[in-house]
C-alpha cells in the first residue's frame, strides 16, 4: 500500500513565524500535491510537483512556498505565518499517468493553528 | 477557475434508508473522482468514473458520471452507520499529471 506521512498531526505556532510542513511518501511517485480543506471550501491546491526541482502554483499559493529536493519528500513552508493560514493541510501523491487517470493518495493531514 | 458544487452540504439520515448526493460544475472533466474522509484521516478514493454516462457500483454505492461528463452523482442504498463520512467529488481535466479541483463536500451521518 502507498505510504504518504505527514511530520506532524498537530501543530501550534504563532503569527510571523517561519513554519515548515514535511510530507514523505513511499512510492516513487512522480506527483505531489498541497492541499489546505477548510469547512465549506472543500480541499483547495496550494502547490503541486511533476518531478524533483520543480514546482507549479496551484490556486491559492500566496504565502505559501515549497520545496522538493528528493523525489520522496514535498515540503510546504508558510514563509510567515498569519491567523487566516490556519487549517487543515494535506499532503497527495500520485505516479505520472500514461495516458490513464492515477489516483492521489493523502496522508493524513497536519492541522495547524496560528495564533 | 473550475469550480465543483456538492449538494447537499450536510445530510443526517437513519440507517436503512436511501441517499443520493450531487455533484455538479459548469466545466468537462475527462474523469471524476469520488473519495472519502473519515476523522482524523485523509481522503481515500472510491472509485473514479472516465466516461459519459458510465455508471459504477461498489457493494452498495452506486456512481454516475453526467453524460456531458460535467456532474456526477453517488447513490447509496440502505445506508449504514459505516457509512458516515465526509465525500468528495474531484474532477480531472486530462490525463496524466493533471491536477484535480475538489468540490465542497458532503457530511454525511447514519443514525442508527
Known amino acids: 500500500d502507498v505510504k504518504v506521512t505527514q511530520s506532524s498531526r498537530y501543530l501550534v505556532k504563532r503569527t510571523g513565524e517561519k513554519v515548515f510542513l514535511e510530507c514523505v511518501q513511499d512510492?516513487?511517485?512522480?506527483?505531489m500535491f498541497w492541499y489546505r480543506q477548510d469547512p465549506g471550501l472543500g480541499l483547495r491546491l496550494i502547490y503541486f510537483?511533476?518531478?524533483?526541482?520543480?514546482?507549479e502554483k496551484g490556486d491559492i499559493p500566496e504565502g505559501y512556498s515549497v520545496s522538493r529536493e528528493k523525489k520522496e519528500r514535498f515540503s510546504l513552508i508558510l514563509e510567515s505565518a498569519s491567523t487566516n493560514q490556519t487549517s487543515m493541510y494535506l499532503c497527495?501523491?500520485?505516479?505520472?499517468?500514461?495516458?490513464?487517470?492515477?489516483?492521489?493518495?493523502f496522508g493524513d493531514g497536519t492541522r495547524l493553528s496560528i495564533l | 477557475t473550475q469550480l465543483l458544487e456538492q449538494s447537499p452540504q450536510f445530510l443526517s439520515i437513519q440507517e436503512g434508508e436511501n441517499l443520493t448526493v450531487y455533484c455538479n460544475s459548469s466545466?468537462?472533466?475527462?474523469?471524476l473522482q469520488w473519495y472519502r474522509q473519515e476523522p482524523g484521516e485523509g481522503p481515500v478514493l472510491l472509485v473514479t468514473v472516465v466516461t459519459g454516462g458510465e455508471v459504477k457500483k461498489l457493494k452498495r454505492l452506486t456512481f454516475q458520471f453526467g453524460d456531458a461528463r460535467k456532474d456526477s452523482s453517488l447513490h447509496i442504498t440502505a445506508a449504514q452507520p459505516g457509512d458516515t463520512g465526509l465525500y468528495l467529488c474531484a474532477g480531472a481535466s486530462g490525463f496524466g499529471n493533471e491536477k484535480l479541483t475538489f468540490g465542497t463536500g458532503t457530511r454525511l451521518t447514519i443514525i442508527p
Open positions: 466545466s468537462v472533466f475527462s474523469s
Open positions: 510537483s511533476y518531478d524533483v526541482k520543480m514546482k
Open positions: 497527495a501523491s500520485s505516479a505520472r499517468g500514461q495516458g490513464e487517470f492515477q489516483p492521489q493518495h
Open positions: 512510492m516513487d511517485h512522480e506527483n
